[in-house]
Structure formats: structure tokens, C-alpha cells
């Protein structure tokens, strides 16, 4: 059996994926069997959250049973409550002040993928629903899955120019003991980059072939040749057995969004999105893996131990979800250029 190396091989996570094949758009739920720590970096210029508040640095809640990714762009909030509905179905949720009622903390993400031509919009309701209901600790599906259904990259010449992006995973060993996980969902306006070569993978296609560069972006923003600005969004959940506090899992998620700077450019864009969650599933007391006396050998040591993994984690995600991708007629996918006969393969470096 391969090994997993999504986001599901952290202990204490399971993933479902839902998703509207008619209205190429979908939600990815993940379940957390008990609840775990957990904190929220927004970067994008245009995000559409739910409940990140409370996952701040300087608040004292974090508690979350769920966190999901959606497409839909406002509309897709409303899986929340459909994954509130599948968690209480499974058992999950906590008690609090000795209320009958079970609370579950949900936090997630939007992506803009709603279609161009069909007026019909999803049920995110109950895409949620089906998503928290399917979680399971199975490797987590790339591609056109879930929040990845309707994902596209390199939109900032039209959509005629850009490519199907897609949800990707990776997972990474943390030396001394421990995981770090992470699952991006990349919708992004700008390419996504191999930054071990400095090659584009996906992004937008120049007409004679190839990729066009930041240089022709700022280009198209002078002419101001598009009605509309191009919208996009990458989003990003971390996992990890670690006992992180949330301090520390704040600092991690900053380290996340590098991951994203280093593989989509540009990224953290006005007009994109891009919101990192990072959470630790260990159920005992935020401490570090340190020997001796004394215990971390300064604030935020822990942190650092995890944050480069973190980053590299979402750069091999980042390059998962879009060589995982499957093209639609209209949109080609990094497999179709490399096909004969199916365009050329783009090779411009940033």
C-alpha cells in the first residue's frame, strides 16, 4: 500500500470531499475526532472567511471540530452549516457550561469559482453536509476534487488565458519525531512556480505559447484591457501532531504563507484571497520536544522547528493540486500541454 502523504496522514484528521460536477464547484470538510488548537494568517487582499476571529493570536478560544475549504465564493459560507449538521451526526462537538446542546467550532474559506454561463447555483448546504459526513482518515484526493472542482490559475490575462488548478496535498517528517501536513486548494490569479527550478508549471498562456510573466501583467493592468479584475484565491490548511500552542501555530501559519509566495506569483494579491489555517491535533499541553532542563530554549522555538517544513509542505501541495489537475475543453491542465498535439509547454522563468 502507498504511503499517505496527504493531509490525513496527521493522527486525529479526516477529509471529505463533495462536489457538483454540473456546476463544476465543491467543498472540502475536515473533521477533527476531538477538537484540536487552532490558528488563522489572512494575507489575500479579497478573502471570504467564516469565524477566523476567535483563531487570532490575541483570543483565547481556537477551539475547532471542522475547517473547510469551499467554492462558490460568498455563497459557499453556507456549507458551515451542513458540515455543523454531519459533525453532530458522528459524534463530535463539546459541551460547554453544561448546556444540552453540543456547540462545534467551524472555521473555513471561499474560493470565486462560480460559473460564466449557468445561472444555477450550488447547494453548498448540502455539499457540506456530504463532505463532513465522507471524512475519513483516506488519503486525500488531488485534483478535481472537492474545493478543487472549479479551481483555475493564472487568470490575470482572462480566463481564456488561464489553466485548471485543482486541491493538492503533501506531508513532511519533522526530525526529532512529529508530522506537518498541508492541503491547498490553488485558485490563484498569478502562475504557480517550481521554485527548485524557477519554471512556471500552470499559468497564463501567451497566445504565440508559452507563459506570460509578471512583466505582462503589469502590462494588462495599464491597458486596463479587462472588465472585470481577475479574482482568485489560494487556500491553505496545515496539520500536526505536535503540541503547538497557539502562538506558535500563529507563527507557523505566517511561515505557510512563504510556502505560497515561493510557489504562486504573485500571490497575496488585492484581489486574491489567500488565508492559511494551521491546527495541532495532540491532545496533550503545548510543550516543545526538548531534552534536559528548562524545557524550550526561548519563546518560539517551536515554531521555528516546524515552520520551514511547513513552507515546503505547501510549495509540494501547491505543485500537487495543479500537476494533478484535469483540463476541461476550454481550459487546458499542466498533463494536456505536455501532450503532443495539445499546445506547447510553457517554460518562462519569473
Partial sequence: MAQNC??????GVTVGNAEDKERTTGVTAVVFPATARGAVEVRGGAPGTMHTDSL???TCFGVLGALFLSGGSLYGLDAARGIRRGVL??????QVFGSFDRLVGISGAILFDLPRKSRLRADYETLGYRAAKAASRAPVRSGNCGVGTGATVGKFLGRDHAMKGGLGSAARPIPGGGRVAAMVA????GNVVDPSTGQVVAGARRPEGGFAGS??????LRRASHPSPPRGTSLAILATDL??????LFRVAQAAHDGLARSVVPSHSSTDGDTVFVVSTSPESPRGPWRGKGGEPYPGAMADL?????????????????RSAKGWPELPSVSDLQEPGKGRRGGRKR
Fill in 56 to 58: 487570532g493570536p490575541s
Fill in 306 to 322: 516546524v515552520g520551514p517544513h511547513a513552507s515546503d509542505a505547501v510549495v509540494e501541495a501547491t505543485l500537487d493540486a495543479v
Fill in 89 to 94: 451526526e458522528r459524534g463530535g462537538g463539546i
Fill in 243 to 248: 503540541p503547538l500552542s497557539r502562538r506558535d
Fill in 215 to 220: 512583466d505582462d501583467m503589469f502590462q494588462s
Fill in 186 to 189: 490553488v485558485n490563484a490569479v
Fill in 6 to 11: 496527504s493531509l490525513t496522514s496527521v493522527r
